[in-house]
């Protein structure tokens, strides 16, 4: 199967596409700028502008997909809140793009990758909980899951959180990266202890992709961990799998960081869904580490 994702020069687009790639999938990939992606056999690479039409219509003509995974995304809820205009270029009308262009050529199936920032507080949620985005960010991948869910062609929503897992060359850190890289420095850091969510291990995602798109599974999932833990849960996780000084980590609350956009407290999505349809079995958040820094 033909299978072309976005933002592949991205955190969740360079794993999926090493992924897809293992498994023999012909990849098309693309992103906004030069590849960043090793070459191999069956992956061929697009640098595309997705604001603009006439580009996303030409790489279509060209590639013609059977599958669309739309990774590619303004994604941080702070350059969404300094750039409004941006973000609903990014984030809704690029998606309209792919989605006309995808059914233009007859793909079969589209994946759109959204967030639980749709969702307000009171995590973690269920897949048909009412949304209630408290930021620009979250209001922009709502507002794309109803263009997504409009569509007259296969369509599946997959739900991740607060991401993390390896990293490599031309690949940006997640925040265990981060954790790691400042103790291993011997630089203290303040964690924030009083905020929840279920974080999705990388590998956890891609293995559910893959599966959502081999057997065409249309529907909203929510691929997310199997544990809810804060950042300071996290942080010391990694501390202490890593041998680093825990004393170096010092618990604060989420008023410490004024932030200029809302975030949920108890965020984190369920994941019993998943579980039973797809057989989604995620990795416990400290076995997940020893395969991020093996
Ligand atoms: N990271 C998380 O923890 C998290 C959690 C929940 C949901 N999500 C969702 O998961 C998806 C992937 O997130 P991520 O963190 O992997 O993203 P990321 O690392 O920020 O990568 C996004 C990629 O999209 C590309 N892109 C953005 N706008 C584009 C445009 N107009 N045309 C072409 N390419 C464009 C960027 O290209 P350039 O590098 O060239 O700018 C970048 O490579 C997003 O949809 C996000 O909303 C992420």
Known sequence: MKVLVTGANGFTGQHLVKTLVGKGFEVIATSRN?????????????????TDVRNVEN???LTRPGAVIHTAAMSKPDECAANPDLC???NITATQHLLDAATKVGANHFVYLSTDFIFGENGPHAEDDIPSPLNLYGASKLEAEALVNAASIKTTIVRPVFMYGPVWENLRPSFIQW??????NGEPIKVVTDQARTPTYIGDLCWGIQKIIQDQV????HLAGKDIVSPYDM???VAKHLNLPLGLIEPVTASTFPEPVKRAQRSGLKIDKAVH?????????????QKCFA
Do not use: R
């Open 179 to 184: 954790v790691a890289g400042k103790l291993n």
């Open 34 to 50: 030069a590849s960043k992606l090793p070459s191999y056999d069956n992956l061929t690479y697009y640098n595309c502008e997705l």
């Open 59 to 61: 790489l279509f003509d």
């Open 88 to 90: 609903t270029a990014n």
């Open 218 to 221: 249309p529907g909203t999932f």
């Open 277 to 289: 349809e797809l057989g989604y079995a995620p990795h416990a958040f400290a076995d997940a580490l």
């Open 235 to 237: 942080a010391v996780a």
